[in-house]
């Protein structure tokens, strides 16, 4: 298809989409929602968690059907059968989960389904040639034979764009690409959005965070619960407004952090080391001392992969006792080898992939909020279902959660509810100490605002926090003191007047207070 | 999950297409398919004495019970095939015990209990403690139970006829204790092998459903990790399902010794995956984490009933199996058709 | 292809030949020489599996017979109902140069070869229960479970004066014996008013056996009598009876006649008969002597079968004709 070489008409719209209407069953989840994308623009799509975003783009993908309303792609109606057709018409979807198989090839992960053949039998010369064109014209070159798995996760986001890109798309829609890329890949990637832009192709782009809004929309066209709020150039919707449009109404400082409270020490560990992957491999937190006290947050700095992460696991003893070093918390010896113990000791946790290793998604909101507090709430064993219930509304309550009812399973919800419930089993218990993964990871501006909130509130009781995030504006405007670790060792300690975005990201890239030589640019 | 408000608007026949559609609608609706067969095919009116009902719950029990604690290990993600060379290993046990030596029944069960309870003890440590997958370790302890009970019985059925050292066979009476489990209570009406179903599965409901170690075994089978970072004792509640599911086995091992009157070797075989079809037709699913013992029941009497009907319609073997499979996968299929 | 021919025209040759009558065979011209007197003979002996109690009591028959016989070593080996781990049991005992096998195989065309191979090598193979295609063996020890069915038919026939409604519960009928039991046991009844109200596959085995009588219970109100494939199946019909309350009324006849099931049960008083179904294992030996003293012996035995009933079994049973 000669189109992608075709010189952008700003004003022609490649694809309109009129008068959407969409049910589940007895719920509405989009009303009369109208979009259109022009050719050569990145048109982001602003909301919410659950203000209809994701339904509005299965719809564009072919996954669902909607109830009503019309579209048409090129002038031409569109009303795609199955995702394959919507391939087909040149709709290409880059889903937030990656979607690539992770122990085919490159070739063979972007060739699935379609495979190039030679009288039944699969053409690899062809494809493995075809497969090293689409990725070139992306700015991606590399051993197309390889496993996925063998790359790391930013490079596998390009393939999978490279993916969708292989059938020649002329709408591209991007799902909170940059949820999983360090600073570094989301750079490649901004360039690579740039780079199709170009190109006349047209891009749906999805995301939560405000500084890719503001760097890289041309319009944006924000949905709340299931209606269209609105649609304006960049230009004209300044981020106050914005913010405004999504939540339904003003929301006030995005970082609502206040003076700490900090008392007595909680957390201190000196030289502690993790070995997640075995004793013989090189440890993945290397020698790192820290405290917490109560009523502070500490940030933990650093780029995917720096060990921030496997430190709280470590911590938490989620590692058993692949650690060493010291941990004390409260004053007191505490090298925990399993959770239990931890947990017993007043630490909780909350992981950075909240379906993976927070809840059990199957289950109701009840099961998962009262999980961690099953021995209290249970005496000498058996459950005593009225007064989980109570337990549940009362440790979601504050938390403001939204779901029709406590006995909806959890993976029906939306992704800051989700996480609600997660923070909402740990503080069952009580914390004094509580580490937080990547907190906000995929949720929505109102829903970080309230548990930038609720933070503010557990510290003025006195609890601890350690927290890790990637977002550089919520690190540097809600941590006390920062910790920023390079490849598994502590580079920087930085207090809250010391700390800015440049002297975090060089201690990150290795050049903290301890000065190692950079090497940490490499995946 | 059904909001009030909603239901109300429904009207009844709306909420009655809305249970259909839940799981345990769809297992129900199974099951009373294959009542109405019974109902069509009836046998000269064999279907409706209440001898055939008696009969059929009666012959399901043994599979019942091993199905029961099946889900148990099911609902964590695992499966046990070794539930049925446990049986036969118990029930060689049990017979030797109680024939050949003359033990009481307070004695031998207690036993034979403990040694099914070894026997998943030892399937769940290899799973919980040493992480072997569950599909393996439970098919090493299929053939090493199985070679136990051969060892045990020496090949032979354990009967009432003793064999002495001259090689002459001496009569026993047959045990009271079997006399006991195979004859009817209340009133001539209920087997007791029903009964002890019944025990065994309540058991079973109420620590899954009612206790805290249950609430585990979901939280293991919906995401293990989760679980474990909950604090929740992860290896301990795993290993706990496995002997539980050995002692079911071996609950099912006396009640085939004492319903055959002797301790086979053999028997047993197949039972595994007939115990895994029933909690699967009730629409517990096998990656664990969802379905209950509710619906395992209905999926116990779907294919209990199915037997049975087949079986007074005197159907040859080789239509059987055919139906089976249909009905097996029939069922199946409608609980998938509801996600 | 060619020796598919040839070994198909052997075989059409040896049933025509074994037709008529036991075939009375000088000793086959054994390629090796009469061997000379050894204070010890080795046989080797190849049990399909050992998962069923018949073939346990073969083997304990097998080493009852020969234990009075201080010069006979007999190793076993269970094949554990595996054709190609038989046949490299054979081909094992004939680099042991064993002086003779004694093999009960799994099937007939896969063994047929490693059988020949071992009998042309020198070694007398004996053929028990289970037949091989051809003629490369020395002896063929088997009983007969169309005769055994037809006498268990005649007997029953005569026990219930020449009509009655009979439940038959069947072995396997994908397996010969069953087909055998039952074609025979028709054969038997042919002619008289017995008529067979209920019939049921219950894969010889007990718990099976219970839950097809339970159903015919529920459906017939009269039965006179049980035949049984095997006696498992006809105690498994006897305790479905008995839980009924309907023992007293039915009989029960089973095939088989272990001296721990079968001939238990009608020495207890629960089967009216059962019909020895005889494992040969006494005859090996016995055949097996024969060989090894050069003695000739027939190329086929076909066992006789033994009649237990309450009146016979205290006498060890009465032969059938």
């Given at each position: 298809m000669s189109f992608l070489m075709m010189h952008p008409a700003?004003?022609?719209?490649v694809l309109r989409m009129d008068g959407i209407g969409m049910r589940f069953g007895p719920v509405t989840v989009l009303d009369d929602v109208s979009f259109d994308l022009r050719a050569g623009e990145v048109h982001v799509l602003a909301g919410e968690n659950g203000a209809g975003k994701s339904t509005l783009i299965k719809i564009l993908a072919g996954v669902h059907r909607p109830c009503g309303g019309t579209m048409t792609l090129d002038g031409c109606a569109y009303a795609p059968a199955g995702p394959n057709d919507a391939t087909h018409r040149g709709v290409a979807v880059v889903h937030q989960e990656l979607s690539l198989i992770p122990a085919m090839s490159v070739a063979d992960n972007l060739f699935l389904g379609c495979e190039r053949t030679r009288g039944g039998w699969v053409d690899h010369a062809s494809q493995h040639a075809a497969a090293r064109r689409a990725l070139a014209g992306i700015g991606l070159e590399l051993d197309v034979t390889r496993a996925v798995e063998s790359f790391p996760i930013g490079v596998r986001q390009m393939i999978e764009i490279g993916k969708a890109l292989a059938h020649e798309a002329r709408v591209l829609v991007m799902d909170?690409?940059?949820?999983?890329?360090?600073a570094q890949e989301a750079e490649q990637l901004f360039a690579l959005v740039a780079l199709l832009k170009g190109r006349g192709c047209g891009l749906v782009y999805i995301t939560h965070k405000m500084e890719e809004i503001e760097r890289l929309a041309d319009r944006i066209t924000v949905l709340r619960d299931g209606r269209r709020v609105g649609t304006a150039p960049r230009a004209e919707l300044p981020m106050e407004r914005l913010v405004e449009w999504m939540v339904g109404r003003e929301v006030g400082e995005r970082f609502p952090r206040h003076a700490p409270h900090a008392g007595e020490e909680l957390l201190r560990l000196t030289g502690f080391s993790v070995f997640s992957g075995g004793r013989s491999a090189r440890p993945t937190v290397d020698g790192v001392s820290l405290t917490v006290r109560r009523g502070e947050i500490v940030g933990l700095g650093g780029l995917q992969g720096s060990g921030g992460s496997e430190l709280m696991g470590g911590l938490f003893g989620a590692?058993?006792?692949r650690t060493s070093g010291t941990a004390a918390v409260r004053g007191r010896a505490a090298r925990f080898t399993a959770p239990r113990q931890a947990i017993r000791a007043g630490l909780a946790y909350v992981t950075n992939d909240r379906k993976a290793s927070g809840l059990v998604l199957d289950q109701t909101i009840v099961f998962n909020a009262t999980l961690a507090d099953l021995p209290r709430l249970s005496p000498f064993g058996w459950r005593r279902p009225r007064a989980e219930r109570a337990a549940a509304r009362e440790a979601t309550q504050p938390l403001q959660l939204r779901a029709d009812s406590l006995d909806m399973s959890v993976g029906a919800l939306s992704g800051g509810n989700q996480q609600k419930v997660v923070v909402a089993k740990w503080l069952r218990l009580g914390p004094d100490l509580l580490l937080l993964d990547e907190p906000t990871r995929g949720i929505d501006v109102g829903a970080k605002r309230e548990l930038y909130s609720l933070l503010n509130a557990w510290t003025a009781r006195g609890m601890g926090i350690l927290m890790i995030t990637s977002e550089m504006p919520e690190l540097l405007a809600m941590s006390d003191r920062i910790v920023v670790l390079h490849r598994g060792r502590a580079t920087a300690t930085l207090t809250a007047a010391e700390a800015t975005a440049e002297r975090v990201l060089a201690a990150a890239m290795g050049q903290g207070g301890a000065s190692r030589v950079t090497e940490a640019t490499q995946s | 999950m059904t909001d009030d408000r909603d239901t109300a608007a429904m009207g009844f026949a709306g909420r009655v297409f809305r249970w259909l559609g839940s799981p345990t609608g769809r297992a129900c609706l199974a099951l009373a398919l294959v009542l109405l067969v019974g109902f069509v095919f009836h046998a000269d009116g064999a279907f409706y004495k209440a001898g055939t009902h008696r009969d059929a719950l009666r012959q399901t029990s043994v599979y019942g019970i091993l199905a029961a604690g099946m889900t148990l290990v099911i609902v964590t993600g695992g499966i046990d095939l070794a539930v049925g060379s446990v049986l036969a290993l118990v029930s060689v046990c049990f017979a030797t015990l109680t024939i050949h030596w003359g033990w009481s029944a307070w004695a031998a069960v207690p036993l034979a209990l403990l040694i099914g309870a070894l026997c998943g003890g030892a399937s769940g440590l290899a799973v919980a403690s040493w992480r072997v997958q569950p599909f393996i370790a439970t098919l090493a302890m299929m053939a090493l139970a199985r070679g136990l009970a051969k060892y045990a019985s020496g090949g032979m059925k354990v009967s009432t006829a003793v064999q002495e050292v001259d090689g002459a066979y001496r009569y026993v009476a047959v045990p009271a204790v079997f006399r006991a489990i195979d004859t009817r209570i209340l009133g001539d009406n209920v087997p007791v092998v029903t009964a002890i179903f019944a025990v065994c599965f309540g058991l079973a409901w109420l620590a899954l459903a009612r206790h805290r170690w249950g609430r585990q075994l979901y939280a293991i089978g919906g995401n293990e990790e989760a679980a474990r970072l909950s604090g929740l004792p992860v290896v301990g509640a795993k290993f706990a399902a496995y002997v539980a599911s050995g002692l079911f086995a071996a609950v099912a091992g006396i009640c085939q010794a004492a319903q055959e009157q002797q301790g086979d070797p053999e028997a047993g075989a197949g039972y595994e995956l007939l115990a895994i079809a029933m909690v699967v037709v009730g629409g517990t699913s096998l990656m664990g984490g969802r379905g209950g013992l509710g619906l395992t029941l209905i999926g116990i009497l779907t294919i209990g009933y199915l037997e049975k009907i087949l079986s007074i319609n005197a159907v040859p073997e080789a239509g059987r199996l055919m139906l089976t499979g249909v009905i097996i996968l029939a069922a199946v299929l409608t609980q998938k058709r509801g996600r | 292809m060619k020796r598919m021919v040839c070994l198909a025209g052997l075989v059409a040759g040896w049933m025509v030949a074994g037709c008529g009558k036991p075939v009375e065979q000088a000793a086959p011209a054994t390629p090796a020489a009469p061997r000379a007197a050894k204070a010890t003979y080795t046989i080797g002996m190849s049990q399909c599996n050992l998962g069923e109690p018949w073939r346990v009591q073969m083997n304990a028959d097998i080493k009852a017979a020969a234990e009075p016989h201080p010069e006979l070593k007999v190793v076993f080996k269970d094949a554990q109902n595996d054709t190609l781990r038989q046949r490299a049991h054979v081909e094992e005992f004939v680099s042991a140069g064993v002086d003779l096998i004694i093999i009960s195989p799994k099937e007939a065309q896969p063994l047929t070869e490693p059988v020949a191979k071992a009998y042309q090598s020198g070694i007398p193979v004996i053929v028990l229960d289970r037949a091989v295609l051809g003629d490369q063996y020395t002896c063929f020890i088997a009983a007969d479970n169309r005769k055994i069915g037809k006498a268990a038919g005649e007997w029953i026939k005569q026990a219930l004066g020449g009509k009655g409604k009979v439940v038959e519960l069947k072995g396997l009928m994908t397996s010969t014996p069953g087909q055998d039991r039952h074609a025979g046991f028709l054969e038997g009844i042919a002619g008289s008013g017995i008529e067979v109200v209920f019939e049921a596959d219950m894969k010889w085995l007990e718990p099976d056996a219970r839950k097809e009588m339970e159903s015919a219970l529920a459906r017939f109100d009269a039965i006179d009598l049980v035949y049984a494939h095997n006696d498992p199946g006809a105690h498994g019909a006897y305790l479905a009876a008995k839980a009924a309350g309907r023992d007293s009324s039915i009989r029960f006849v089973g095939i088989d006649?272990?001296?721990?099931e079968g001939v238990a049960y009608v020495a207890q008083g629960i089967l009216a008969a059962s019909f020895q179904y005889p494992t040969g294992g006494q005859e090996a030996i016995a055949t097996a002597l024969q060989i090894l003293k050069g003695e000739p012996v027939p190329k086929q035995i076909v066992l006789g079968s033994r009649l237990f009933t309450k009146a016979s079994v205290a006498a060890g049973g009465e032969d059938l004709p």
């Amino acid at each position: 298809m000669s189109f992608l070489m075709m010189h952008p008409a700003q004003t022609t719209s490649v694809l309109r989409m009129d008068g959407i209407g969409m049910r589940f069953g007895p719920v509405t989840v989009l009303d009369d929602v109208s979009f259109d994308l022009r050719a050569g623009e990145v048109h982001v799509l602003a909301g919410e968690n659950g203000a209809g975003k994701s339904t509005l783009i299965k719809i564009l993908a072919g996954v669902h059907r909607p109830c009503g309303g019309t579209m048409t792609l090129d002038g031409c109606a569109y009303a795609p059968a199955g995702p394959n057709d919507a391939t087909h018409r040149g709709v290409a979807v880059v889903h937030q989960e990656l979607s690539l198989i992770p122990a085919m090839s490159v070739a063979d992960n972007l060739f699935l389904g379609c495979e190039r053949t030679r009288g039944g039998w699969v053409d690899h010369a062809s494809q493995h040639a075809a497969a090293r064109r689409a990725l070139a014209g992306i700015g991606l070159e590399l051993d197309v034979t390889r496993a996925v798995e063998s790359f790391p996760i930013g490079v596998r986001q390009m393939i999978e764009i490279g993916k969708a890109l292989a059938h020649e798309a002329r709408v591209l829609v991007m799902d909170e690409p940059t949820s999983a890329l360090n600073a570094q890949e989301a750079e490649q990637l901004f360039a690579l959005v740039a780079l199709l832009k170009g190109r006349g192709c047209g891009l749906v782009y999805i995301t939560h965070k405000m500084e890719e809004i503001e760097r890289l929309a041309d319009r944006i066209t924000v949905l709340r619960d299931g209606r269209r709020v609105g649609t304006a150039p960049r230009a004209e919707l300044p981020m106050e407004r914005l913010v405004e449009w999504m939540v339904g109404r003003e929301v006030g400082e995005r970082f609502p952090r206040h003076a700490p409270h900090a008392g007595e020490e909680l957390l201190r560990l000196t030289g502690f080391s993790v070995f997640s992957g075995g004793r013989s491999a090189r440890p993945t937190v290397d020698g790192v001392s820290l405290t917490v006290r109560r009523g502070e947050i500490v940030g933990l700095g650093g780029l995917q992969g720096s060990g921030g992460s496997e430190l709280m696991g470590g911590l938490f003893g989620a590692y058993g006792a692949r650690t060493s070093g010291t941990a004390a918390v409260r004053g007191r010896a505490a090298r925990f080898t399993a959770p239990r113990q931890a947990i017993r000791a007043g630490l909780a946790y909350v992981t950075n992939d909240r379906k993976a290793s927070g809840l059990v998604l199957d289950q109701t909101i009840v099961f998962n909020a009262t999980l961690a507090d099953l021995p209290r709430l249970s005496p000498f064993g058996w459950r005593r279902p009225r007064a989980e219930r109570a337990a549940a509304r009362e440790a979601t309550q504050p938390l403001q959660l939204r779901a029709d009812s406590l006995d909806m399973s959890v993976g029906a919800l939306s992704g800051g509810n989700q996480q609600k419930v997660v923070v909402a089993k740990w503080l069952r218990l009580g914390p004094d100490l509580l580490l937080l993964d990547e907190p906000t990871r995929g949720i929505d501006v109102g829903a970080k605002r309230e548990l930038y909130s609720l933070l503010n509130a557990w510290t003025a009781r006195g609890m601890g926090i350690l927290m890790i995030t990637s977002e550089m504006p919520e690190l540097l405007a809600m941590s006390d003191r920062i910790v920023v670790l390079h490849r598994g060792r502590a580079t920087a300690t930085l207090t809250a007047a010391e700390a800015t975005a440049e002297r975090v990201l060089a201690a990150a890239m290795g050049q903290g207070g301890a000065s190692r030589v950079t090497e940490a640019t490499q995946s | 999950m059904t909001d009030d408000r909603d239901t109300a608007a429904m009207g009844f026949a709306g909420r009655v297409f809305r249970w259909l559609g839940s799981p345990t609608g769809r297992a129900c609706l199974a099951l009373a398919l294959v009542l109405l067969v019974g109902f069509v095919f009836h046998a000269d009116g064999a279907f409706y004495k209440a001898g055939t009902h008696r009969d059929a719950l009666r012959q399901t029990s043994v599979y019942g019970i091993l199905a029961a604690g099946m889900t148990l290990v099911i609902v964590t993600g695992g499966i046990d095939l070794a539930v049925g060379s446990v049986l036969a290993l118990v029930s060689v046990c049990f017979a030797t015990l109680t024939i050949h030596w003359g033990w009481s029944a307070w004695a031998a069960v207690p036993l034979a209990l403990l040694i099914g309870a070894l026997c998943g003890g030892a399937s769940g440590l290899a799973v919980a403690s040493w992480r072997v997958q569950p599909f393996i370790a439970t098919l090493a302890m299929m053939a090493l139970a199985r070679g136990l009970a051969k060892y045990a019985s020496g090949g032979m059925k354990v009967s009432t006829a003793v064999q002495e050292v001259d090689g002459a066979y001496r009569y026993v009476a047959v045990p009271a204790v079997f006399r006991a489990i195979d004859t009817r209570i209340l009133g001539d009406n209920v087997p007791v092998v029903t009964a002890i179903f019944a025990v065994c599965f309540g058991l079973a409901w109420l620590a899954l459903a009612r206790h805290r170690w249950g609430r585990q075994l979901y939280a293991i089978g919906g995401n293990e990790e989760a679980a474990r970072l909950s604090g929740l004792p992860v290896v301990g509640a795993k290993f706990a399902a496995y002997v539980a599911s050995g002692l079911f086995a071996a609950v099912a091992g006396i009640c085939q010794a004492a319903q055959e009157q002797q301790g086979d070797p053999e028997a047993g075989a197949g039972y595994e995956l007939l115990a895994i079809a029933m909690v699967v037709v009730g629409g517990t699913s096998l990656m664990g984490g969802r379905g209950g013992l509710g619906l395992t029941l209905i999926g116990i009497l779907t294919i209990g009933y199915l037997e049975k009907i087949l079986s007074i319609n005197a159907v040859p073997e080789a239509g059987r199996l055919m139906l089976t499979g249909v009905i097996i996968l029939a069922a199946v299929l409608t609980q998938k058709r509801g996600r | 292809m060619k020796r598919m021919v040839c070994l198909a025209g052997l075989v059409a040759g040896w049933m025509v030949a074994g037709c008529g009558k036991p075939v009375e065979q000088a000793a086959p011209a054994t390629p090796a020489a009469p061997r000379a007197a050894k204070a010890t003979y080795t046989i080797g002996m190849s049990q399909c599996n050992l998962g069923e109690p018949w073939r346990v009591q073969m083997n304990a028959d097998i080493k009852a017979a020969a234990e009075p016989h201080p010069e006979l070593k007999v190793v076993f080996k269970d094949a554990q109902n595996d054709t190609l781990r038989q046949r490299a049991h054979v081909e094992e005992f004939v680099s042991a140069g064993v002086d003779l096998i004694i093999i009960s195989p799994k099937e007939a065309q896969p063994l047929t070869e490693p059988v020949a191979k071992a009998y042309q090598s020198g070694i007398p193979v004996i053929v028990l229960d289970r037949a091989v295609l051809g003629d490369q063996y020395t002896c063929f020890i088997a009983a007969d479970n169309r005769k055994i069915g037809k006498a268990a038919g005649e007997w029953i026939k005569q026990a219930l004066g020449g009509k009655g409604k009979v439940v038959e519960l069947k072995g396997l009928m994908t397996s010969t014996p069953g087909q055998d039991r039952h074609a025979g046991f028709l054969e038997g009844i042919a002619g008289s008013g017995i008529e067979v109200v209920f019939e049921a596959d219950m894969k010889w085995l007990e718990p099976d056996a219970r839950k097809e009588m339970e159903s015919a219970l529920a459906r017939f109100d009269a039965i006179d009598l049980v035949y049984a494939h095997n006696d498992p199946g006809a105690h498994g019909a006897y305790l479905a009876a008995k839980a009924a309350g309907r023992d007293s009324s039915i009989r029960f006849v089973g095939i088989d006649a272990l001296p721990q099931e079968g001939v238990a049960y009608v020495a207890q008083g629960i089967l009216a008969a059962s019909f020895q179904y005889p494992t040969g294992g006494q005859e090996a030996i016995a055949t097996a002597l024969q060989i090894l003293k050069g003695e000739p012996v027939p190329k086929q035995i076909v066992l006789g079968s033994r009649l237990f009933t309450k009146a016979s079994v205290a006498a060890g049973g009465e032969d059938l004709p």
